[in-house]
């Protein structure tokens, strides 16, 4: 978006671009809670509007939380809503349980586009909903035993390879086109591929590495075939594998919550961040303004602070601002 520093500055109460300055870490903590207090109708619109996706795209990660002088592994959730629906949003959770997933969840019935973990199954069979594999997350499990059978790992990565491929070409086609492509040509790829699994599952003992690889992937065949009937449905679950990479890398520097509340405040903050990521909006602006005028708007304006909403209403302004552009 273009606009001069005063152009957007003309946009805020006040006229000041700066974000409140934080003085010491227990302002911070604070600041950061009362920021995700605030922010929480806005946090749990977004979860509404995740759940009405068609599909919804989750990943988890170890997140440490403070307890008795030493660390429990919390965990971090994420929750990636469709194109329709286009909302990242983050759960915290004090375990790994299934319980936080069909919490969260709760009357969704579409489906689920997410790893091997089992704890998906309870609110799989509970909701009734569908079951996505991630094809990326198997050929990880094939890649990591290869040096245990690099001829089955090479024909199985160049099987892959060309399924890739396919999604490659499909990545601008409408879903019944893209689903037309790969009923006529990824399922063919696929049976050969499970053909070839059936196989080595013979000649392998049953605890060699890439056995374990092999009965992985056979024993989710059903789910990592979803893609090919539905069009909509990725073939991977990058999307969510990189928006856990952040939280990763954001642990690496802050170590851990204190607790619950810190990890409520963290995944409140981390959906803001990174749905505003996903719509190319600066994070800082964006916040600025949400704290300048959240407090003052009434809820039935809400959807307006939903950073897509707020893109659009941003660049409207811009424009009455910069004319000429």
Not at 105 to 124: I, R
Not at 144 to 161: D, G, N
């Amino acid at each position: 978006m273009k606009g001069s520093p005063d152009a957007y500055a003309a946009l805020l109460p006040g006229g000041d671009l700066r974000a409140p300055r934080i003085r010491d870490s227990a302002c911070h903590a604070v600041g950061l809670g009362d920021v995700a207090d605030l922010a929480e109708p806005l946090y749990r619109r977004m979860a509404e509007r995740v759940r009405q996706s068609h599909e919804v795209a989750t990943d988890d990660t170890v997140l440490p939380m403070l307890s008795a002088g030493k660390t429990q592994p919390a965990r971090m959730w994420v929750y990636v809503g469709d194109a329709a629906h286009p909302y990242n949003v983050f759960d915290f959770t004090l375990r790994r349980s299934r319980d936080g997933v069909q919490q969260f969840l709760k009357d969704y019935t579409q489906v689920l586009l997410a790893d091997a973990y089992g704890g998906y199954n309870g609110v799989v069979v509970g909701n009734g909903l569908t079951l996505a594999g991630c094809w990326s997350h198997a050929r990880r499990k094939v890649i990591e035993a290869e040096s245990t059978a690099p001829e089955i790992a090479r024909q199985v990565v160049a099987l892959l390879r060309r399924l890739f491929a396919l999604e490659q070409q499909a990545k601008e086609l409408s879903f019944e086109e893209r689903l037309a492509l790969r009923q006529t040509q990824s399922a063919p790829l696929l049976a050969e591929l499970h053909y070839q699994l059936l196989g080595w599952k013979e000649q392998l003992l049953p605890k060699h590495p890439m056995a374990e690889a092999v009965n992985s992937t056979l024993g989710q065949w059903t789910e990592l075939n979803v893609f090919c009937s539905d069009g909509a449905v990725p073939i991977d679950n990058n999307v969510s594998e990189r928006e856990m990479k952040r939280v990763v890398l954001n642990r690496e520097n802050s170590l851990f919550v204190g607790n619950p509340c810190g990890g409520r405040t963290a995944a409140i903050l981390a959906s803001l961040t990174s749905t505003c990521r996903r719509h190319d909006v600066g994070p800082q602006l964006y916040l600025t303004q949400l704290l300048m005028n959240l407090p003052a708007w009434p809820a039935r304006d809400l959807d307006d602070s939903l950073p897509d909403h707020w893109k659009l209403h941003y660049a409207a302004s811009l424009a009455t601002l910069n004319p000429q552009d």
